[in-house]
Nanobody
Framework: VQLVESGGGLVQAGGSLKLACVAS????????IGWFRQVPGKEREGILC????????YYTDSVKGRFTISRDYAKNTVYLQMDSLEPGDTAVYYC?????????????????????WGQGTQVTVSA
């Protein structure tokens, strides 16, 4: 059971990046997938999620209107499209899966609600 993120990098403010989270080792339609981010010295922040076949999504206010989450079942991949990036978006981004919680604000509030984690990918936004 594994999640692997890719697509991080360095981008200027106002630019875009697209992260990918590839799943392997389990039935991909089972878990709800969320994206978190973390900066040194701060708690891991849940920012958005997507459910299984209903494609229900939830976005926190910090990314609403700028970030988009999508899911490709044929490729076992969840994507995070990040537009209008700001220096405050600089962080390590993690995808995570929960086989119990539905996609919701409550689920994103606690990283412990997610039982499968990727290794993270660094996103750096320069001013």
């Amino acid at each position: 059971v594994q999640l692997v993120e890719s697509g991080g990098g360095l981008v200027q403010a106002g630019g875009s990046l697209k992260l990918a989270c590839v799943a392997s080792g389990f039935e991909f339609d089972d878990p709800m997938i969320g994206w978190f981010r973390q900066v040194p010295g701060k708690e891991r922040e849940g920012i958005l999620c997507i459910s299984d076949y209903e494609y229900k999504t939830y976005y926190t206010d910090s990314v609403k209107g700028r970030f988009t989450i999508s899911r490709d079942y044929a490729k076992n991949t969840v994507y995070l499209q990040m537009d209008s990036l700001e220096p405050g978006d600089t962080a390590v981004y993690y995808c995570a899966g929960s086989r119990i919680w539905p996609c919701s604000r409550m689920a994103l509030r606690q990283p412990k609600n997610f039982d499968i984690w990727g290794q993270g990918t660094q996103v750096t936004v320069s001013a």
